[in-house]
């Protein structure tokens, strides 16, 4: 069983910046991709950017050029650095591990942007 643990939320003035991070309790290095979602208040669980074990990335629109996913295999940890944050970026975050044979879910860390 894989544990997947988020860190890093909290509340910020919109313009402000805050680091998520999911620390995976198994290594991470060959994993297929590693994925950060957001779910707000009445809404689905959204894709907000993934990075593969090669490295690459993929991010929503509506976070392009703001946010940043990246993993340090060494500490089994990914991170998701989030700039210019705005009100609209609130919600819970969550991480997911995607492999081959299941997915697995962190519990998510709440994340909300006063105006």
């Known amino acids: 069983q894989v544990q997947l643990v988020e860190s890093g939320g909290g509340l910020v003035q919109a313009g402000g910046s805050l680091r998520l991070s999911c620390a995976a309790s198994?290594?991470?290095?060959?994993?297929?991709?590693m994925e950060w979602y957001r779910q707000a208040p009445g809404k689905q669980r959204d894709l907000v950017a993934s990075?593969?074990?090669?490295?690459?990335?993929n991010y929503a629109n509506s976070v392009k050029g703001r946010f940043t996913i990246s993993r340090d295999n060494a500490k089994n940890t990914v991170y998701l650095q989030m700039n210019s944050l705005k009100p609209e970026d609130t919600a819970v975050y969550y991480c997911k591990m995607y492999t081959i044979s299941r997915d697995y879910w962190g519990q998510g860390t709440l994340v909300s942007v006063s105006s």
């Open positions: 990075i593969t074990s090669g490295a690459s990335t």
């Open positions: 198994r290594s991470i290095f060959s994993i297929r991709a």
